[in-house]
């Protein structure tokens, strides 16, 4: 039993299964997995004739953030593409929009009686504590089966964490590695005889380079009526124009393949390089897929391993990508989980500030960086890790932005947020707001290293190499205020040590307007 089964799947919360003649299977909207576990459960326990099985779109769901509507078309368009895929298989498919998932199971049982109602916990903390009390609020036993959708679920390195221990995702994920065999030569020889290939994954993107296109799925029928349902309801923000995401199965695994042919080879050299030119480089763009059950997490790293071992991509791009998915993405799950309920209150560093304006009008600052990046995330509702990471989180945390407040802007405007993702990428690792549980450092940097990883600062108004002034970047400034402010808790940190030691170059008239210069910059938007 995993570490999150002994609390929400003791006999306090789960109703033992009996045999029972009639199965209700509630399939959630981000568990569209071709083989799932309630299906087969109660397949098993009823036959195909003796079950139904419901999805609902809840209202009240949609508006617990104003999403991307690119992920509200992605999301609904790939739950109804799901409904039609099962009744094509034979299942008899209950497919309800209600005002909340509570409603829409009671009108599905007052209309289809069930003596049970059977589901797939919820990868996130809330829509599991709902579904441990879903017995009563409907009088149906309720079996609540194991996610099937992360394989810290199957093994867990550490599956009894101490409260405030420091666990380093590196050492997580090589007995991830170990225990599923995955690009290893013998039982503990990594392939490539190197665990990780980081040093030879920071390069910025050469002119002469130009990246492929990411797939682009034209819209049928179903989605260009969601497309227009979305759009007439005028939820959430950005905009369904341009809308070409995979939302089926099929073409999930047609944009996995697209990927693994085209782009790979060429991932892990530039995954850290960002450019005014090119909006995914050679990311695969498959997380979207990934977080809906479209894509399944081993089959796409056995993808990739092919790919190695065939001599069609290189151990560096490849073990890039498998640290992705086996190290960062099972990682940041199990952080989850382990600071869950608390983490969305985490705020170490104190950061108070409100989000300026420009994080919903990228047009709104003279920042070229940020002005692609939170462009991109407005128009396409994605941008790649390192924009995240480095542009957008970067700057939050140096401008001090409260880490709530951040996690929700992410939440409302990336296609692959989902409650389980953001908290511990923006929280956790993006801010360090937990206090160093999940990243052992923040990820602070100045424009020096946007400049080098990118061609943003190319036609900048500011300039990158300035420190302070008028035409002085606000990376900078802002990156040297913060090590004043906190010098004494950086210091502490052995991975930030050389960082903080920047400081003697500066002289006391040089902090002070280091700290003036911030203090007027970020004045511009507090109030």
């Known amino acids: 039993m995993v570490w999150w089964q002994e609390k929400f799947l003791s006999k306090a919360y789960c109703v033992k299964p009996i045999m029972s003649t009639t199965q209700t299977v509630w399939i959630l909207g981000d568990q569209l997995l071709q083989t799932h576990p309630a299906l087969e459960a109660a397949t098993a326990a009823v036959g195909r004739e003796n079950m139904r099985v419901v999805l609902i779109e809840s209202q009240a769901r949609r508006r617990k953030y104003p999403y991307q509507r690119k992920k509200l078309v992605l999301l609904l368009s790939a739950m109804r593409h799901y409904a039609a895929a099962l009744e094509a298989a034979g299942y008899r498919v209950d497919y309800r929009q209600a005002a909340t998932f509570t409603d829409g199971l009671r009108a599905h049982l007052a209309e289809q009686p069930a003596t049970r109602v059977v589901t797939m916990a919820a990868s996130h903390y809330a829509g599991r504590h709902f579904q441990q009390q879903l017995a009563a609020q409907l009088d149906t036993p309720v079996d609540l089966l194991p996610n099937t959708q992360f ?27 170990r225990h599923f065999a995955v690009l290893m030569d013998g039982e503990d020889e990594p392939a490539g005889g190197e665990w990780n290939f980081d040093k030879e994954n920071r390069k910025p993107l050469p002119k002469r380079v130009e990246p492929p296109a990411a797939p682009h799925y034209e819209p049928d029928e179903i989605t260009r009526q969601v497309m227009a349902e979305v759009t007439a309801a005028n939820w959430g923000v950005g905009t369904v124009a341009g809308f070409a995401l995979a939302v089926t199965h099929q073409e999930a695994a047609s944009a996995l393949g697209n990927f693994i042919a085209l782009r790979l080879a060429h991932f892990g050299a530039y995954e850290d390089a960002m450019t005014t030119r090119h909006d995914t480089l050679f990311h695969s763009v498959l997380s979207p897929y990934v977080n809906l059950g479209l894509l399944e997490p081993m089959a796409m790293i056995r993808a990739a391993e092919r790919a190695y071992r065939e001599e069609r991509a290189p151990i560096n791009s490849v073990e890039g990508f498998v640290r992705q998915l086996l190290g960062w993405r099972e990682f940041m799950y199990w952080q989850y989980w382990r600071q869950m309920p608390g983490m969305l209150d985490q705020n170490s560093w104190h950061a108070t500030r409100p989000l300026p304006p420009f994080f919903w009008d990228g047009t709104q600052t003279e920042m070229n960086c940020l002005q692609h990046a939170i462009g991109r995330a407005i128009e396409t509702g994605y941008t790649h890790h390192i924009e995240r990471l480095m542009l957008i989180c970067n ?56 400049n080098k990883m990118s061609d943003y600062c190319t036609d900048c108004r500011y300039d990158h190499k300035a420190r302070t002034g008028d035409d002085a970047c606000p990376f900078n400034f802002l990156y040297w205020n913060f090590l004043i402010q906190h010098e004494k808790r950086l210091r502490a940190n052995p991975r930030l040590g050389r960082n903080v030691l920047g400081l003697r170059h500066l002289d006391e008239d040089e902090r002070t307007l280091v700290k003036e210069q911030a203090a007027t910059f970020l004045a511009g938007w507090d109030k």
């Open 395 to 450: 700057f939050a945390m140096l401008a001090g932005l409260d880490p709530r407040e951040v996690n929700d802007w992410f939440m409302s405007f990336y296609i692959d947020a989902y409650d389980w993702v953001m908290p511990p990428n923006v929280i956790g690792m993006g801010l360090n707001a937990d206090g160093g549980l999940t990243a052992t450092k923040p990820y602070i940097a100045s424009a020096n290293y946007i």
């Open 151 to 177: 394989l810290v679920e199957q093994f867990n390195p550490y599956p009894n964490p101490t409260a405030d221990k420091r666990y380093v995702m590196e050492n997580f994920y090589r007995a991830m590695r």
